[in-house]
């Protein structure tokens, strides 16, 4: 059973940064490379979305369009950690956010939250002067 416990999330102002980890344990996630890693967000009254996935050797990548050249998810596999660099925030990026583990996935990229067989608990970013 692999454990996912995401940290980083807070109070910033539109136009500041966050960075979001996601410490993974348990299971075989460190030693099988067959873990694509995701980002989903939540906002208040909406469903959860896709925001960004990378592969576990951490060479692809693929964001929603709305977070392209703002967001940077990134992976240290000796750490067992998922990063979400995020830049420019604004009031829009407000939101509960997810890191999940995919394991095998099929298809990539996998934005469907169906594809995923672990989550963490979330954590919260608000955007707001």
């Known amino acids: 059973q692999v454990q996912l416990v995401e940290s980083g999330g807070g109070l910033v102002q539109p136009g500041g940064s966050l960075r979001l980890s996601c410490a993974a344990s348990g299971g075989a996630f460190s030693s099988v490379p067959s873990y694509t890693m995701g980002w989903f967000r939540q906002a208040p009254g909406k469903v959860r979305i896709f925001v960004a996935v990378?592969?576990?050797?951490?060479?692809?990548?693929h964001y929603t369009d709305s977070v392209k050249g703002r967001f940077t998810i990134s992976r240290d596999n000796a750490k067992n950690t998922l990063y979400l660099q995020m830049d420019s925030l604004t009031p829009e990026d407000t939101a509960v956010y997810y890191c999940?583990?995919?394991?095998?996935?099929?298809?990539?990229?996998?934005?469907?939250?169906?594809?995923?067989?672990?989550w963490g608990q979330g954590t919260q970013v608000t955007v707001s002067s």
């Open positions: 990378i592969s576990w050797s951490g060479t692809s990548t």
């Open positions: 999940a583990a995919a394991f095998r996935a099929t298809g990539w990229p996998p934005v469907q939250d169906a594809k995923y067989n672990y």
